[in-house]
């Protein structure tokens, strides 16, 4: 089995710079894993893993030898390497290199009536990562981001998704295609804004819907207040007139997955 020991090993270099850039991660077609979990979440969501990397004083290599039957080279590495390559101090001695996946609209695989959540250019990773995890948790059928600011397999993503970026089907498109898309399969949107809008939850999400939320700074862009079947507004009763996006996007989805009958 190949060890790797020095952190100026080239390929550790290549590695670090898919930790850092997210143009290293395009160029290359792959990003980083880091936990157990998440490259058990990665493989069971189809994503194909090239190497695994791990440190023998916190796992076992019997232990993720099994985790698939896809062809994987594993690379033993040191405390040195490892703690370069980490972003967490609690993950359990384990890191994959794993091909990213198409996010094109076109790629979504759809039922008859799907509930799909809809963020326009998420700027926080944080909020990006805990969208997700409510989407998992409602099994929404898709989440799209529109006019994203960075790529999702950015590792503050994965990690604030405690592995749900590989759970949900993910689209990507400016906010042009994600409405022609919407409108072509006659999927109903209703835009969180707090503009013209009326009480979420005195509208029918029965049919195909699309929810729509936007940055807590902007809100949602003029276009997707236009040409919204229906805007809606959670009542607030303090002193602010907003709440945190993914906080939000929870209240929306799961009023959706009641009105469905869970």
């Not at 232990?63 to 967490?88: C, G, H, M, W």
Request: charge should be neutral; charged fraction near 25%.
């Amino acid at each position: 089995m190949k060890q790797i020991t020095s952190v100026q090993n080239p390929f550790i270099k290549s590695l670090v710079l898919l930790q850092e850039k997210a143009k290293a991660r395009k160029q290359s077609g792959t990003f980083l894993i880091e936990g157990k979990r998440e490259i058990e979440l990665a493989i069971r969501g189809g994503y194909q893993i090239e190497v695994i990397l791990f440190l023998p004083e916190l796992i076992d290599y019997n232990q993720i030898s099994k985790l698939t039957n896809q062809p994987i080279d594993f690379i033993e590495i040191n405390k040195e390497v490892y703690q370069k390559l980490a972003y967490r101090d609690t993950t359990e001695g384990i890191l994959a290199v794993a091909k990213s996946k198409s996010l094109a609209l076109k790629d979504l695989k759809l039922g008859e009536n799907p509930l799909i959540v809809i963020a326009e250019a998420p700027e926080k990773p944080g909020n990006i990562g805990a969208i997700l995890r409510t989407a998992d948790a409602a099994k929404v059928d898709a989440v799209i981001i529109a006019d994203p600011k960075g790529d999702l397999f950015n590792p503050n993503i994965v990690r604030s998704s405690v592995g749900c970026v590989f759970t949900n089907q993910i689209a990507t498109g400016t906010t042009d295609e994600v409405i022609a898309f919407l409108k072509e399969r006659k999927i109903n949107f209703y835009s969180a804004t707090l503009q013209n809008s009326t009480s979420y939850h005195t509208q029918d999400y029965n049919a195909p819907t699309a929810l729509v939320v936007g940055t807590e700074a902007t809100g949602l862009s003029q276009k997707w207040r236009d040409e919204a079947t229906q805007n809606i507004i959670i009542p607030m009763q303090g002193e602010i007139d907003s709440m945190n996006v993914s906080v939000a996007t929870a209240i929306l989805i799961f009023e959706a997955k009641r009105q469905r009958g869970f």
